[in-house]
């Protein structure tokens, strides 16, 4: 019969899967934050781009996380609306930077704070646009094709940070006994 085993480190094994899951947490954001932005370059460059009056809706676009705003500031905001526009703005960059902060998982808010943003989008195709190449779901194309890099960049965050590595298991040791035994029986 073997004699007692004893496996020590436990509260170091914890304490390092507890810092190991922050910077999973942290990768994820930032690999999300990153194709956040992959889109919202997407939907300037590719047909169909976000329709362009002024230019407001585009300036619109911005991007928070719990590390805060990371595209879309505000201001630049032309024309009578410009005032209520970007009051518009302050407040959806408030409401997602409350959102991002409270949230207990991973969390990248992306969008509009104009408020017409939602009926462009949605405006049939016929209707004559100001800037050629634009037009309607300028933001559910952007979604759809850019799935798979969108994929690849939050893959590739985890990857860069090395998780699967052995790093939480650091501080943990296991006595003399237990390293010789190849199985321990129950009994």
Do not use: C
Request: no cysteine.
């Amino acid at each position: 019969m073997a004699g007692r085993v004893y496996i020590t480190g436990f509260a170091q094994l914890k304490a390092n899967l507890r810092n190991e899951l922050g910077n999973m947490k942290f990768a994820g954001m930032e690999g999300m934050t990153e194709a956040a932005d992959m889109i919202g370059k997407a939907m300037v460059t590719e047909i169909p781009t976000i329709p362009k009056d002024l230019g407001n809706l585009r300036k619109s676009w911005f991007i928070v996380n719990s590390a805060g705003v990371r595209r879309g500031k505000g201001g630049g905001f032309i024309g009578p609306d410009a005032t209520e526009l970007n009051a518009a703005h302050q407040g959806a960059l408030a409401k997602a930077k409350t959102e991002t902060k409270s949230a207990s998982n991973v969390n990248v808010l992306m969008g509009f704070s104009s408020p017409y943003a939602i009926w462009v989008h949605e405006m049939p195709v016929k209707n004559t646009w100001s800037e050629a190449g634009s037009g309607p779901k300028f933001f559910e194309k952007a979604l759809k094709e850019k799935r798979t890099e969108i994929l690849k960049i939050v893959q590739r965050a985890y990857l860069l940070k090395g998780f699967g590595k052995t790093a939480a298991r650091k501080g943990m040791s296991y006595s003399k006994e237990f390293r010789s035994q190849q199985f321990i029986s129950p009994t």
